[in-house]
């Protein structure tokens, strides 16, 4: 993606002539030449080919698979060459909308097959809802081989008998490519019109172990966008790294648009952060507020009172998690006192808020904590637990201070927030640690 203006969107005009036709008068796709190279022909009109810019190659390439990398995947590819073939993907994308709108300006008469359901569709119908199963598949979470499954064939024959779904490849990656495509122009006509852009990056492993980071973009009226994904398994994520990866960003949309870059405390992103403000003096060095108030919530879990609390808390929930019939004889007795809200839950590694929400269930829980622990089949260590002095009334200060912060957070993360949120949920955080009993919690205050 590269940084155009308004007239720059337009899709370019490509010119056909008598050497772009194959002996059967089709056109060829302009891929083919100075974008992708051919190299050995696999079979009767397939070739193994290779892009110019990034080296990637292709055993068997399609033109439809080439123009999706050189508008969506590939990362050396010229600004001209990526918006040409970014247009044409939103071109095939808005076609059948053009299309439909023309039929519309022809007349608004009601016709009598408007309220009969038709056994044949339309392409503009078909293609609408080619890309509305895109767009719910991507945005649900869906695997795309879900519509290959003859139970979701049916419940789609039962919305719609004419529509015959096309393959599990088509849709992930015809289609697919299609709609990204689509996606982008969008994004690069919304920030071409904005200033004091924020952007922000994070890392995470995903289901392979891969090192994915994102970076995302920040509009002054709180739209958020992911303007791409890194793979950088293969490299050292050292501070010089991340700070071309970001400047790559910058450069892409324009530096000048930028007012602001938030970063989380890891050191790497910190290094990185003083390079990018010190390349760019327009953009300013900030901290990631969440982020902050998060750590906040590590360092009160640390503590030794909190921390033997939350050791004896996950002798118990581990002891339910694992044995299926006091799990069982938990969830029954909840339902029999009418305690609301799921069962024990367990914290998130780095998401040290949710300890809230893991000591509130059990402080739920506690009328048949209470009854469980009196019989003989329950587990020794837990019953020592249960059996401890205080043992809830300790979770339940704890919880009373982690409350504050889980709120904060909340509100921090919205779209709707602001600066003056983050300064009122410290102050209620301090108001929580002091109405703790000092003789119980002295130290825990402390």
């Not at 796709?29 to 992708?36: P, R």
């Not at 359901?117 to 979470?141: M, Q, W, Y």
């Not at 996606?183 to 071409?192: D, E, G, S, V």
């Not at 029999?336 to 040290?352: A, C, F, I, P, S």
Request: proline fraction near 4%; aromatic fraction near 10%; charged fraction near 20%.
């Amino acid at each position: 993606m590269t940084e155009n203006s308004d007239n720059d969107m337009a899709p370019p005009i490509v010119l056909f002539n008598t050497s772009m036709l194959k002996s059967s008068g089709k056109p060829k796709s302009i891929v083919w030449g100075n974008y992708i190279k051919q190299e050995k022909q696999i079979s009767k009109g397939h070739w193994s080919v290779t892009c110019n810019y990034c080296n990637q190659f292709w055993y068997k390439g399609s033109p439809a698979a080439l123009e999706e990398h050189l508008s969506n995947s590939c990362k050396n590819v010229p600004p001209d060459v990526h918006d040409l073939f970014l247009n044409r993907l939103t071109a095939k994308a808005l076609e059948v909308g053009m299309s439909k709108s023309k039929k519309r300006k022809l007349g608004n008469q009601v016709q009598l097959s408007d309220f009969i359901e038709s056994t044949k569709l339309t392409p503009e119908h078909i293609k609408d809802i080619n890309r509305a199963l895109v767009k719910a598949f991507v945005v649900c979470g869906i695997p795309f081989h879900i519509i290959e499954n003859p139970f979701f064939i049916e419940l789609l024959k039962t919305l719609c008998l004419a529509y015959e779904p096309s393959s599990n490849n088509i849709f992930s990656g015809r289609y697919l490519a299609q709609e990204t495509a689509f996606a982008n122009q969008m994004i690069i006509k919304k920030l071409n019109g904005s200033k004091n852009l924020t952007i922000t990056c994070d890392g995470w492993s995903n289901s392979s172990n891969d090192s994915i980071w994102n970076f995302v973009i920040y509009t002054p009226d709180r739209c958020q966008y992911l303007w791409c994904l890194r793979n950088l398994s293969n490299e050292k994520h050292t501070q010089k790294l991340l700070a071309e990866e970001i400047a790559n960003v910058l450069e892409n949309i324009g530096p000048e648009k930028f007012s602001a870059v938030v970063m989380n405390l890891g050191a790497n992103i910190k290094a990185a952060c003083r390079i990018i403000a010190k390349q760019y003096p327009n953009i300013l060095n900030l901290r990631c507020i969440s982020h902050m108030v998060n750590l906040i919530s590590r360092d009160i879990c640390k503590t030794p009172f909190a921390n033997r609390m939350l050791t004896r808390y996950n002798t118990v929930v581990s002891y339910f998690k694992r044995n299926y019939l006091a799990d069982l004889t938990l969830k029954i007795l909840a339902e029999e006192n009418l305690v609301e809200g799921g069962g024990l839950k367990r914290w998130v590694d780095t998401r040290w808020h949710t300890m809230y929400d893991c000591v509130f269930s059990i402080i739920r829980h506690k009328v048949p904590l209470e009854i469980i622990h009196n019989r003989d089949n329950i587990n020794v260590s837990v019953q020592s637990v249960l059996r401890t002095r205080a043992f809830f009334d300790d979770l339940y200060a704890i919880a009373f201070v982690l409350r504050p912060i889980k709120i904060t957070i909340s509100i921090l993360e919205s779209r709707n927030c602001s600066l003056s949120n983050c300064f009122v949920g410290l102050v209620r955080l301090e108001a929580a640690i002091k109405r703790l009993p000092e003789n119980d919690y002295r130290s825990f205050r402390q």
